[in-house]
């Protein structure tokens, strides 16, 4: 089944994936975080509050890095190779400013119909 992880989500997922999380010194706030889209290398402006992050080094091959922030480097955003699921550590739902995220709905969208 498709699946779409979004914040906690994103975690829960990477976790399930047999990936590794750890606790930010500060954590991402607030309606301006910097992401890029690694597929399209656009910049999009999230929203974010949360207190951990994905452990680079325990990524496996089966998943790839799909996003990542631009203040500290960190992943934002998962999709495993082989299986429709996908997952971002912000929250495109939110309309931090123009509607730079929601492409992930659509893309969600043509997973389950497809």
Excluded: W
Aim: proline fraction near 4%; charged fraction near 25%; charge should be negative.
């Amino acid at each position: 089944k498709p699946m779409f992880g979004i914040c906690l989500g994103h975690q829960i997922l990477a976790l399930a994936l047999e990936a590794k999380t750890f606790k930010m010194k500060f954590g991402h706030r607030g309606i301006n975080q910097p992401v890029k889209n690694l597929k399209t290398n656009k910049i999009e402006i999230t929203s974010q509050n949360h207190s951990f992050a994905i452990k680079e080094d325990s990524i496996t091959d089966c998943i790839e890095v799909t996003h990542r922030n631009l203040l500290d480097n960190t992943i934002e955003g998962l999709r495993h190779k082989e299986h429709p699921v996908f997952c971002v550590q912000y929250h495109p739902e939110s309309a931090a400013g123009p509607e730079d995220s929601m492409y992930l709905f659509n893309d969600f969208l043509n997973l389950i119909t497809d």
